[in-house]
């Protein structure tokens, strides 16, 4: 089967292959809206809060049904991705609102979804200090900067509660 291209962006017919493209069941819109609000609100919930108690909220909140896990990762990446290139939250596309919106909407069924923070190692105390975080299910990275592949990141342990759903 031989894949047909894009047609130009803004004619009406690749108008309707991108909407085709983003939004495969009508429930995708609610999501991408949902998406789209979690984004935009997250930074400040964050600082309404202790860390530990906004993971383990985000975690007690109902998410949407998936058939599988990686069907769920799917969904939630597509539609997250659309989110980020709108004008409005495209400067919040970060490792922290990718990995908190994978915590947040992944449904995983009984298996355990934990977030991670970590900051890069550096040889040079003048240089900035940056960090990172990822999500795992069962141990396994599901998704995360390449840093954690190649273990150039010392993990910063949270304590308390909130951090595996």
């Not at 069907?71 to 990718?98: A, D, G, K, V």
């Not at 934990?114 to 900051?119: A, S």
């Not at 890069?120 to 954690?148: C, I, Q, Y």
Request: charged fraction near 25%.
């Amino acid at each position: 089967m031989v894949s047909r291209p894009f047609a130009p962006k803004w004619t009406p017919r690749g108008f309707a292959q991108r909407i085709r493209y983003w939004f495969r069941q009508p429930s995708d819109v609610l999501l991408a809206v949902q998406i789209a609000l979690f984004i935009l609100r997250a930074p400040a919930h964050m600082r309404g809060q202790h860390l530990g108690a906004f993971l383990a909220s985000l975690r007690s909140r109902p998410r949407p049904r998936a058939r599988s896990v990686q069907e769920s990762l799917e969904r939630i990446q597509r539609l997250r991705s659309l989110c980020l290139w709108l004008p409005l939250l495209r400067s919040r596309n970060s490792c922290y609102i990718r990995a908190l919106t994978l915590y947040r909407f992944l449904e995983a069924g009984d298996d355990k979804v934990t977030i991670h923070f970590g900051i890069e190692e550096r040889d040079d105390p003048a240089e900035r200090l940056r960090g990172h975080a990822w999500v795992s299910l069962n141990g396994r990275l599901l998704e995360g900067p390449p840093e954690v592949i190649y273990s150039v990141l010392r993990e910063v342990p949270l304590g308390g509660q909130g951090l595996a759903g």
